[in-house]
């Protein structure tokens, strides 16, 4: 019997000492060619031993998903963490998850990235530690029945969200695109901080360039209609998903999936209602009283336009990230100087007259 497990024990360390080398290797890889020649790794590598036990053998997960990965919650070092787990037979599995550590591990000091303090490259799919935050996903609390997310809240979640994608187009040698900008890639936390976290689709610009072209990836209905057809990913690629969640946000309603990869169906109907004058139709019903007043009206107002610009069907014609950004902060911080409301609504009305007129004919 000892000899049995002696062997089985021999086995298991075989196994993990060569994921850990072809993850280890993998890793490091990855970091060498997006960052280099600078690169630092603030995060630690945790033995699989300790993380079966900090989280019970993933005795308890959480509601929080993507791709074939699922989140659990455990106790490491007297802390509480939460820890991604993968499984699944898909090669392209380990692509994924050594590109969320390496661009992750980077950004982990940004107040809105859910901080990421290790991994386990011991598991066929390395893991991922995370610091523990109560979470809500935004996809959960903008889109259930029963939440009524407050219109300053939304506004700070769009402002949140929109710094940390500034960081990742102009904080490093090259622009990294998200790719895969949506609700359910944003967590809010118990003090209603936005916090964006899995980076498995994200890719960098070439050194030099503003563009690449790559296997289009990410969500039908947040996806630009540009790199849809093409394959080529900008800057721009960020701002029209960017665009979408902004609408989502003062709308409360899902881009729901389409077979039409041109179009998005939440956009189709905010430009319907444009056209018709009746923008207390887009605005969700949960905010639509102006409890703060005329300055309040102001803000949702301009919320709008912003939002058309990200999604304009000109790529060249949209804003950039860092411009959004400053614009959000205008919005929020000195709604008095924005536009009174009917100008801003008469500019609106142009604007998608002469951008969306084909779809208002329909």
């Known amino acids: 019997m000892d000899s049995l497990m002696r062997r089985e024990f021999k086995s298991r360390k075989k196994e993990t000492e060569t994921h850990f080398l072809k993850n280890g290797s993998a890793l490091l890889e990855e970091l060498i060619t997006t960052f280099s020649p600078r ?16 989280t019970n053998g993933f005795a308890k997960s959480l509601d ?27 090669s392209s599995i380990v692509h994924r998850i050594i590109r969320d550590v390496a661009i992750n591990s980077q950004m982990s000091h940004h107040k809105n990235v859910l901080k990421l303090i290790g991994r386990s490259l011991e598991f066929e799919y390395p893991a991922l530690v995370y610091n523990f935050c109560r979470t809500q996903l935004l996809s959960d609390l903008l889109f259930a029945s029963d939440s009524a997310l407050p219109w300053k809240n939304r506004l700070k979640i769009a402002n949140d969200i929109a710094n940390v994608v500034v960081y990742l187009h102009t904080a490093f040698s090259t622009p990294i695109i998200f790719r895969d900008l949506k609700p359910r890639k944003v967590i809010i936390d118990e003090h209603g901080v ?14 030099g360039e503003m563009q690449v072209k790559d296997i289009v990836c990410g969500s039908v209905g947040h996806l630009d209609p540009a790199y849809a057809s093409s394959g080529i990913v900008t800057q721009k690629t960020d701002v029209f998903s960017f665009g979408i969640l902004l609408l989502e946000l003062l709308t409360g309603r899902r881009t729901l999936s389409t077979d039409d990869e041109d179009f998005s169906p939440l956009l189709h109907g905010v430009i319907k209602h444009i056209g018709k004058d009746e923008f207390d139709e887009i605005v969700d019903p949960k905010i639509l ?74």
Not at 65 to 88: A, H
Not at 194 to 204: N, Q, T
Not at 294 to 299: A, D, R
Not at 307 to 324: G, K, Q
Request: hydrophobic fraction near 35%; aromatic fraction near 12%; charge should be positive.
């Open 39 to 54: 690169y630092k790794i603030p995060i630690r590598n945790f033995n699989a031993e300790e993380i079966i036990k900090a």
């Open 64 to 90: 929080i998903s993507n791709f074939d990965g699922s989140m659990y919650t455990g106790f490491l070092e007297n802390r509480p963490i939460l820890v991604k787990k993968f499984q699944g037979s898909d």
């Open 194 to 207: 936005a916090k964006l976290f899995s980076f498995s689709l994200c890719i960098s610009l070439p050194p």
């Open 289 to 362: 009283e102006a409890y703060g007043g005329v300055e309040e009206i102001q803000q949702k107002i301009a919320f709008l336009y912003l939002a058309l610009r990200c999604v304009d069907p000109e790529e060249d014609d949209r804003p950039f990230m860092i411009d959004v950004a400053k614009e959000l902060r205008k919005i929020e911080r000195s709604p008095h100087q924005l536009s009174p409301q009917r100008t801003m609504k008469n500019t609106i009305v142009d604007y998608s007259s002469r951008k969306y007129s084909w779809l208002q004919r329909n």
